[in-house]
């Protein structure tokens, strides 16, 4: 199994800069892609942005030359850092990780989320 803990979040005023860390742990063999998904209040779950193994990173349009997404492999985890934060952005921000462990292969796992609210 993996267990996998947000941190970061929280209020911060239009304009402002957060950063989301979430620590990947358990039986670990390897992990590949690891990400960020987000979702507003009444509306689906969205990619913000992905980072592979090999460092390769995807946004969504909407947070392009804003987030920047990062990993340390050795910690096995992945951050957000988040500028130039716009109401719109609020939402629940959920980690996601594709790893195998030691006793199964690979599998998609969620983290439990982190609010942000930005104020205008």
């Known amino acids: 199994q993996v267990q996998l803990v947000e941190s970061g979040g929280g209020l911060v005023q239009a304009g402002g800069s957060l950063r989301l860390s979430c620590a990947a742990s358990g039986s670990i063999f390897s992990i590949n892609t690891m990400g960020w998904y987000r979702q507003a209040p009444g509306k689906q779950r969205d990619m913000v942005a992905t980072?592979?193994?090999?460092?390769?990173?995807n946004y969504a349009d909407s947070v392009k030359g804003r987030f920047t997404i990062s990993r340390d492999n050795a910690k096995n985890t992945v951050y957000l850092h988040m500028n130039s934060l716009q109401p719109e952005d609020t939402a629940v921000y959920y980690c996601?990780?594709?790893?195998?462990?030691?006793?199964?292969?690979?599998?998609?796992?969620w983290g439990q989320g982190t609010q942000v609210t930005v104020s205008s």
């Open positions: 980072i592979t193994g090999d460092g390769s990173t």
């Open positions: 996601n990780v594709g790893a195998r462990t030691y006793s199964s292969s690979r599998l998609i796992y």
